[in-house]
């Protein structure tokens, strides 16, 4: 604006420009976020040194082993590449299930969410076997495929496949009518409903799915690998509990525990993108 003197002054609140508040509370915000991030660590740190004082003092290092033993034992897999070669398997088990599981979950998921025939007749069948242990099923599937990396997947894909199924039919079936019928009364095509209104409206419940199935879909490809295999992070596990090998056992859990969380981050992130419109 121009003052009396007629000397320009920018207006606060003009558009384009962060205003005083909006800035403070953005510094703010990344102060808070730094405080936390530094916290998270803190909590890590404390843990990890009480794990490391208890062991052989409050309790027997044979049942909990330490940071130290475990680190060691990492670092050993790490150098003669057991944990690649392990990892390896593991992961692929993992990501071909993951994939499978949600891709037919997803399809199936979205064509009985938009059919009401569909669902009628396929409901009691799907929750029937929904109602299953679903690890009650790998040895049957290591009956049908073997003990090759073909039955860890086949395991994986079916937990995965009703997470994402479940999510799927009920974000398809949440779809606001008011916002189809407004669609169509402006003359929008099936596919044009399908893509501006449909899938953007349940892409939220899809990818809570996806964020849930990721460790259900480790958890499946590392039971197979506990059941039949020579390889795999599950068989590391399994070969070292039964060795009494606390500090390999934990090892493996935590490469487990890292792998998890990196691929439920990435999953947050992709989530973040693809829903960007949400902010």
């Known amino acids: 604006m121009t003052t009396r003197a ?9 558009p384009g420009r962060p205003s005083a508040a909006a800035a403070a509370h953005a510094a703010a915000e990344a102060r808070r976020h730094q405080v936390l991030m530094a916290l998270r660590v803190l909590v890590g740190v404390v843990f990890l040194a009480f794990w490391e004082f208890a062991s052989d003092r409050l309790i027997d290092a044979f049942f909990v082993s330490s940071p130290v033993a475990v680190g060691g034992r990492l670092w050993q897999w790490l150098s ?6 392990h990892l390896s398997f593991t992961l ?17 998921g979205f064509a009985l969410g938009r059919s009401n025939d569909l669902a009628t007749i396929f409901d009691p069948y799907i929750t029937a076997i929904y109602c299953l242990p679903k690890i009650a099923l790998a040895p049957l599937f290591i009956m049908w495929f073997g003990i090759g990396i ?14 994402v199924f479940l999510n799927t039919y009920a974000g398809v079936r949440d779809v606001n009518p008011v916002h189809i019928h407004a669609t169509r009364i402006m003359g929008a095509g099936e596919w044009q409903l399908l893509r ?28 197979g690998e506990f059941m039949s295999s020579n390889r795999g992070v599950g ?3 399994a070969q070292s509990s039964a060795m009494f090998d606390t500090a390999s056992t934990f090892a493996g859990l935590v490469v487990l525990a890292v792998v998890g969380a990196a691929i439920n981050g990435g ?8 829903l960007r419109w949400r902010a």
């Not at 003669?80 to 070669?85: H, M």
């Not at 849930?212 to 590392?222: F, K, R, T």
């Not at 999953?267 to 693809?274: A, D, G, N, P, S």
């Open 196 to 223: 501006k209104v449909i899938l953007p409206s349940a892409a939220a419940w899809v990818f809570t799915g996806l964020k849930v199935s990721v460790p259900y879909a480790l958890i499946g490809a590392v039971v």
């Open 235 to 237: 068989f590391l596990i």
């Open 150 to 163: 073909e039955s860890k997947v086949a395991v994986s894909a079916v937990i995965v496949f009703f997470l």
């Open 6 to 14: 007629g000397v320009y002054e920018a207006d606060e609140f003009a």
């Open 80 to 85: 003669d590449g057991t944990l690649f070669y």
């Open 267 to 274: 999953l947050k992130r992709l989530e973040r993108h693809v």
């Open 92 to 108: 692929t088990a993992t990501g071909l299930g993951f994939l499978l599981g949600s891709l037919i979950g997803f399809t199936i």
